[in-house]
């Protein structure tokens, strides 16, 4: 041990010294007053000191408490020769951690320093378990908030794959509302659309709402209410249960607090979605706020990427027809054949209890279906004769042609297929893959006997319009052969209601 004696008498001070040393201590320094003392201590550190009650320049318990402000943790062994009763308790009550009667044996000291070193040992376990435990608790503390980091980064990434797979604001609308319920203080939520210059809001979805208790459908909104929710700078507002009465004209009563969030694209509101909060929730955690401004943010930039994507598709549509009134516009016996034809297989497809989505496919590709004859030249499209074999191989490249130009303009598959096989037949025999039977797509099958139909019972450069009834054998001559028998029973009730139809408006 590094050992201080401060000690006014030379020889007991030089004899303490020397024993203490024989003793293998590191280094012990002698000192004869208590300011040199505290001047010593001041340069280097010591593991224990021996002081003695008496010093020249001041009592040895002055010292005592000097030293223990200075370093609380260092042992200090009090030495007199005259001790009373008093001295001892007033030394052990300011931190002494021995006191040696003198004379002294070398005994005597050597047992106080074993003594003291164990407690120092002691002392210096307890400190480091204590650093291990404070260490512990702050790693405890960094994993929890690590742990809510990696949670609230999991619930972000879920939101955002969420509202990624969505296409439609239909099914917008609900899963914004389940995602915010998903929420801990989130009781039930519900998104409104808010029409410009309207006083009201109209209800799209709810979650969380019980039987009963549903928040109308409409509600009314006080303008200042409505400048603040929506308002161009409105981020999000919290509205307590009695603001809520005053705020809605046809509010449920609540005891929530209600917060709510405006959607907008490009700056403009169209929507708000409010969420009650369950009691206590004006405080809630800086991290569902997070999570829902984030919701928020997300879903508005999915409408409004929808509707970009909605605009884009329309217009690309509306350039695909102006194409094809261009083409029709040129041969002056096959006007609006496109238009014809996709309505009579539209009613067909109908009939047929194809689906919605299907009809719409139709609707819009059926239109398209022979788009390839841009590629066919004018001389042998308007050949006012026969066409040559060559001049028909030529003819009979448009469906391919056709697929190629909407594949490259980003139509689905199924919508492609339309194109590509509209002139396959039923026995196998049609162009340009010979697919057979049900191989043929089964919008692509009804397209094609509505084709033929408007193509015979249209005036040609080469040849006269057949009558709707021979057009009708001819259809029928060819069931199972050209034809989709199912597909053509589809369209005879067509061509029956088309008759009727005329019939009564003659
Ligand atoms: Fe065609």
Redesign the pocket.
């Known amino acids: 041990m590094k050992i201080l004696i401060v000690e006014d008498d030379v020889m007991l001070g030089e004899l303490l010294q020397e024993r203490l040393l024989r003793l293998k201590h590191e280094r012990v320094r002698v000192c004869l007053t208590g300011v040199e003392a505290f001047q010593v201590l001041n340069e280097e550190a010591f593991d224990c000191a021996f002081v003695d009650l008496r010093l020249p320049d001041m009592d040895g318990l002055q010292l005592l408490t000097a030293i223990k402000e200075h370093d609380h943790g260092l042992p200090v062994v009090m030495m007199s020769g005259f001790p009373t009763m008093d001295h001892t308790i007033e030394a052990m009550r300011k931190g002494a951690s021995d006191f040696l009667t003198k004379p002294f044996t070398l005994q005597d000291v050597a047992l106080t320093l074993q003594r003291i070193m164990k407690e120092r040992q002691l002392l210096l376990q307890n400190l480091s378990l204590q650093l291990e435990i404070q260490a512990r608790k702050e790693l405890e503390q960094v994993n929890r908030k690590l742990e809510s980091r990696v949670d609230e980064h999991s619930r972000l990434f879920q939101i955002s794959k969420e509202i990624d797979e969505i296409h439609s604001s239909e099914d917008l609308y609900p899963r914004i509302v389940h995602l915010a319920s998903s929420l801990e203080s989130v009781e039930k939520v519900s998104f409104f659309l808010a029409p410009q210059d309207r006083s009201s809001l109209v209800g799209m979805a709810n979650c969380g709402w019980k039987p009963g208790d549903s928040w109308p459908q409409r509600i009314e909104i006080s303008e200042e209410r409505r400048q603040e929710l929506l308002g161009n700078c409105a981020t999000h507002a919290v509205i307590g249960p009695e603001e809520i009465q005053r705020s809605f004209k046809n509010a449920p009563q609540t005891d929530s607090i209600l917060s709510c969030w405006p959607m907008r694209i490009r700056g403009e509101p169209f929507g708000l979605l409010m969420a009650f909060h369950n009691d206590g929730s004006r405080s809630r955690p800086s991290e569902e706020t997070r999570l829902l401004d984030f919701l928020i943010t997300k879903a508005s930039l999915a409408v409004e990427n929808m509707a970009l994507y909605e605009s884009l598709v329309s217009n690309f549509y509306g350039i695909l027809k102006s194409l094809v009134n261009a083409l029709e516009a040129k041969d002056l016996y096959t006007g609006k054949h496109s238009e014809r034809v996709t309505r009579y297989a539209t009613d067909a497809a109908r009939i047929l209890g194809c689906s919605g989505a299907q009809l719409e496919t139709l609707e819009t590709v059926g239109y398209l ?2 788009i390839g ?1 841009i590629g066919i030249c004018d001389s042998i499209l308007n050949k006012p004769g026969p066409l040559s074999i060559d001049e028909y191989e030529t003819v009979k490249k ?2 391919s042609i056709g697929d190629s130009i909407v594949s490259e303009l980003g139509l689905s598959p199924e919508e492609r297929s339309i194109i590509r096989h ?2 396959e037949r039923w026995d196998g025999a049609g162009y340009p893959d010979g697919l057979t039977g049900e191989q043929i797509p089964l919008l692509a099958r009804v397209l094609s006997v509505a ?1 033929a139909f408007d193509a015979m019972t249209s005036k040609r450069a080469y040849r006269n319009a057949m009558s709707r009834d021979q057009a009708l054998a001819e259809l029928l001559k060819n069931r199972c052969k050209q034809f989709d028998p199912s597909a053509l029973d589809a369209f005879l009730e067509v061509a029956e209601k088309l008759s009727a139809d005329e019939d009564k408006s003659k």
């Open positions: 279906h022979d004859k448009h469906p509209h002139h084709d």
